[in-house]
């Protein structure tokens, strides 16, 4: 959720560090319950082993993207204050970025339209600097 301290800095997470958890333990649970609760249908070896086989695959064909997604999905955080825009990466350090005002070359805000219900909107940051590459800038030259 985005918060403006006391300072008047914007904190913005992406995403929430619960969703990643919340994945994680979703998945380990397919994976484990049904695993757990169908392996008698498997083995010993019968003739509705394979029956049960595919059904442990179908939940761990769920599962295992589910923990994947928790694990090594975008924990990005952004702090927007007064003359710059700080970006971490919470699991690579070496992936921080400080912009500054001569840094930035310009924002564009784009309208997402929705099928359903109201339409989201994205912004996004050009860099001046072609080498900054992040997941939310774009340089014209890597569009």
């Not at 301290?5 to 913005?12: E, K, M, V």
């Not at 599962?63 to 927007?80: N, Q």
């Not at 070359?105 to 929705?114: D, G, I, M, N, S």
């Not at 050009?126 to 080498?131: K, M, Y």
């Amino acid at each position: 959720m985005d918060e403006i301290d006391g300072d008047g800095l914007l904190q913005h997470d992406i995403p929430a560090p619960a969703l990643r958890v919340g994945l994680v333990a979703i998945g380990a649970f397919v994976v484990s319950i049904a695993t757990w609760e169908l392996y008698r249908g498997v083995w010993p070896l019968n003739a509705t082993s394979p029956f049960f086989l595919c059904l442990i695959l179908g939940a761990w064909s769920v599962g295992v993207p589910a923990i994947w997604g928790g694990l090594t999905g975008p924990a990005i955080h952004w702090t927007v204050g007064s003359g710059r825009i700080e970006i971490v990466e919470a699991f690579s350090q070496a992936r921080h970025h400080l912009f500054g005002p001569d840094q930035i070359e310009r924002f564009e805000t784009r309208k997402c339209p929705a099928m359903e219900g109201a339409s989201n909107w994205r912004v996004t940051m050009t860099a001046r600097d072609a080498t900054l590459r992040h997941p939310r800038l774009r340089h014209p030259q890597h569009r």
